[in-house]
């Protein structure tokens, strides 16, 4: 059971905008801990895709941006390409665990 | 251009104990308020942060492994290393070394990752 949920899979169509939301609570996102957002492309590493809420490392197109509001972050794509499929996932710091938690990932799929 | 390369068995017996080693390059371990990570993710599942461990030999493992768990750094070799004791099946995943950088009050994020292995926990 992750400490940060996400809904399990988001499609649209090339070109489309999609959200994928992170939900914490008080003790994670809520606590004002950074968001970190990764992409795992089937069968690679996952790679550093947001740090920091809405920091795209170099080389990450600004297709991809990152918000955060109360308890929940945001992931967004806009102008959708058949290379965005893969996996999503949040990850933050949990204070009360005194760990670094994951999202349970998103599927995102290009229709 | 920081590299990380995972290295160990890919299959251990239940109860042995799963030992795999990170060796990187294009940077020190020794420099940086770096944290040398590991991170696993079961067959088709997410991603788990395991711990990591600093380069002054510090380590800080997740709770759930907490017990199970060791980590040590080798900076004249430019490496560190995960011990996990007591393997079951469960413990059968894809084992990630990574860096994490950040600081203090907002956290850390994992900018650095190696490819992976896959450790099988079988007889």
């Known amino acids: 059971q992750s400490v940060l949920t996400q809904p399990p899979s988001l499609s649209g169509a090339p070109g489309q905008r999609v959200t994928i939301s992170c939900t914490g609570g008080?003790?994670?996102?809520?606590?004002?801990?950074?968001v970190h957002w990764y992409q795992q492309l089937p069968g690679t590493a996952p790679k550093l895709l947001i740090y920091a809420t809405n920091i795209r490392p170099s080389g990450v197109p600004d297709r991809f941006s990152g918000s955060k509001s109360g308890t929940s972050a945001s992931l967004a794509i806009t102008g959708l390409q058949a290379e965005d499929e893969a996996d999503y996932y949040c990850?933050?710091?949990?204070?009360?665990?005194?760990?670094?938690?994951f999202g349970s990932g998103t599927k995102v799929t290009v229709l | 251009q920081v590299q990380l390369q995972e290295s160990g068995p890919g299959l251990v017996k239940p109860s042995q104990t799963l030992s795999l080693t990170c060796s990187v390059s294009?940077?020190?371990?020794?420099?940086?308020?770096?944290?040398w990570s590991w991170i696993r993710q079961h067959p088709g599942k997410g991603l788990e942060w395991i711990g990591y461990i600093l380069h002054s030999g510090s380590a800080y493992y997740n709770s759930y492994l907490k017990s199970r768990v060791s980590m040590s750094a080798d900076t004249p070799k430019n490496q560190f290393s995960l011990k996990l004791t007591s393997v079951t099946a469960a413990d059968t995943a894809v084992y990630y070394c990574?860096?994490?950088?950040?600081?203090?009050?907002?956290?850390?994020?994992?900018?650095?990752w190696g490819q992976g292995i896959l450790v099988t926990v079988s007889s």
């Open positions: 990850q933050s710091y949990d204070r009360s665990l005194s760990d670094y938690v």
């Open positions: 008080s003790s994670n996102i809520g606590a004002g801990y950074g």
């Open positions: 990574a860096r994490a950088d950040g600081f203090d009050g907002d956290g850390y994020y994992l900018d650095y």
């Open positions: 294009g940077g020190s371990i020794s420099s940086g308020n770096y944290f």
